[in-house]
T-cell receptor, first 113, second 117 residues
């Protein structure tokens, strides 16, 4: 079945450091890929998405590129801020039919001043 | 506009009791999902409603769990004879559509924190 694997957390970075959170997936066909973010005390919200190979999703300085050849969708940001501290979830939605979304286990990011 | 709302926000119950959790999706959203988030775990899919189609119940962990969606809007998740391992945050999400050509954003509610003593 479909699955998403994320790097284990927590990830602790200093402010202005470069961030990479790895995400790989297993799915048939061409799934859509997502990153959701859950800030402390808030609900999950979409951060970015990509719907086909080589697409790059971007938002709030975060980027992720849909890599079909490596089945990956790694999240990157060039310079993190304290306000980026949150839990980040990678997710996929398989193509074809009425498919549910499958989430990874989440990666907690803590940015220290 | 109004987002997805869930009630109650917190529920403490005794083992063996039944509980009902409610989700009000965003008006006009045809797809509705229930997830469970246990401490330190990811999001576990429970059930998915899409319009008038039969729901996808493949994620329900046991027959103690059931859900319904009345009139294509409000949904209720019922857990019968609760067990301590049912303790988790139960999240509801809705999206505008969820067909083969859609990749619609899911909008999540704040969740219901269930504690089974």
């Amino acid at each position: 079945g479909d699955s998403v694997t994320q790097m284990e957390g927590p990830v602790t970075l200093s402010e202005e450091a470069f961030l990479t959170i790895n995400c790989t997936y297993t799915a048939t066909g061409y799934p859509s890929l997502f990153w959701y973010v859950q800030y402390p005390g808030e609900g999950l919200q979409l951060l970015l998405k990509a719907t086909k190979a080589d697409d790059k999703g971007s938002n709030k300085g975060f980027e992720a590129t849909y890599r079909k050849e490596t089945t990956s969708f790694h999240l990157e940001k060039g310079s993190v801020q304290v306000s980026d501290s949150a839990v980040y979830f990678c997710a996929l939605r398989a193509s074809g039919g009425y498919q549910k979304v499958t989430f990874g286990t989440g990666t907690k990011l803590q940015v220290i001043p | 506009g109004a987002g997805v709302s869930q009630s109650p926000s917190n529920k403490v119950t005794e083992k063996g009791k039944d509980v009902e959790l409610r989700c009000d999706p965003i008006s006009g959203h045809t797809a509705l999902y229930w997830y469970r988030q246990s401490l330190g775990q990811g999001l576990e899919f429970l059930i998915y409603f899409q319009g008038n189609s039969a729901p996808d119940k493949s994620g329900l962990p046991s027959d103690r769990f059931s859900a319904e969606r009345t009139g294509g809007s409000v949904s209720t998740l019922t857990i019968q004879r609760t067990q301590q391992e049912d303790s988790a945050v139960y999240l509801c999400a809705s999206s505008l559509a969820s067909g083969p050509t859609y990749t619609d954003t899911q909008y999540f509610g704040p969740g219901t924190r269930l504690t089974v003593l």
